[in-house]
Antibody, heavy 118, light 107 residues
Framework: QVQLQESGPGLVKPSETLSLTCTVS????????WSWIRQPPGKGLEWIGY???????KYNPSLKSRVTISVDTSKNQFSLRLSSVTAADTAVYYC????????????WGQGTLVTVSS | DIQMTQSPSSLSASVGDRVTITCRTN??????FNWYQQKPGKAPKLLIY???SLQSGVPSRFSGSGSGTDFTLTISSLQPEDFAAYYC?????????FGQGTRLEIK
């Protein structure tokens, strides 16, 4: 059974960079796409981007200038960096596995709340 | 971006009821369409992919239909554990987008 676990700081100051890591267990990170999705408190879901295990990426244009997703196959991990954060970036951040054709998210992490505040 | 209009935004129903949630897109997306259930404090759970395929382990009372621009999630007989939020999602184009959600509450 594939499991995903997000980790990283729960509090980030405005203008700084949010950094999260997703550790995949119970299966290999290879041969799959992996994604980050966020959900502001009480609101809906927003796709941030995805990465293939080989390193190719696709980002949401609304966040593209601030987002970097990377992968470390040796550690079975992928990561999210979001720069220049503001209060609007406060959200629960989820990592998820992507299945293609069509693209859907079949395994999710439990989510981690990141609050942007000074 | 492909816009998703999900309705209703909230719904009250009773155990045993048949419930339908709809989602409309502003352009045709074939069957690049999926449904998720989310309970409070939990991650979303995949219910239906490719518009009508039931994810493994999901009860058969859940079903999906539609193609093009109009899609439907049906729960044939509501169970207590089905009271949750439901989201639709398209993957025809990036950015991948979600509907705004339907909150299903106990009447």
């Amino acid at each position: 059974q594939v499991q995903l676990q997000e980790s990283g700081p729960g509090l980030v100051k405005p203008s700084e960079t949010l950094s999260l890591t997703c550790t995949v267990s119970g299966g290999s990170i290879s041969s799959y796409y992996w994604s980050w999705i966020r959900q502001p408190p009480g609101k809906g879901l927003e796709w941030i981007g995805y990465i293939y295990y080989s390193g190719s990426t696709k980002y949401n244009p609304s966040l593209k200038s601030r987002v970097t997703i990377s992968v470390d196959t040796s550690k079975n991990q992928f990561s999210l960096r979001l720069s220049s954060v503001t209060a609007a970036d406060t959200a629960v951040y989820y990592c998820a596995r992507v299945r293609v054709a069509p693209y859907y998210f079949d395994y999710w992490g439990q989510g981690t709340l990141v609050t942007v505040s000074s | 971006d492909i816009q998703m209009t999900q309705s209703p935004s909230s719904l009250s129903a009773s155990v045993g009821d048949r419930v339908t949630i709809t989602c409309r897109t502003n352009q045709s997306i074939s069957s690049y369409f999926n449904w998720y259930q989310q309970k409070p404090g939990k991650a979303p759970k995949l219910l239906i992919y490719a518009a009508s395929s039931l994810q493994s382990g999901v009860p058969s009372r859940f079903s999906g239909s539609g193609s093009g621009t109009d899609f439907t999630l049906t729960i044939s007989s509501l169970q207590p554990e089905d009271f949750a939020a439901y989201y639709c999602q398209q993957s025809y184009n990036t950015p991948i987008t979600f509907g705004q959600g339907t909150r299903l509450e106990i009447k």
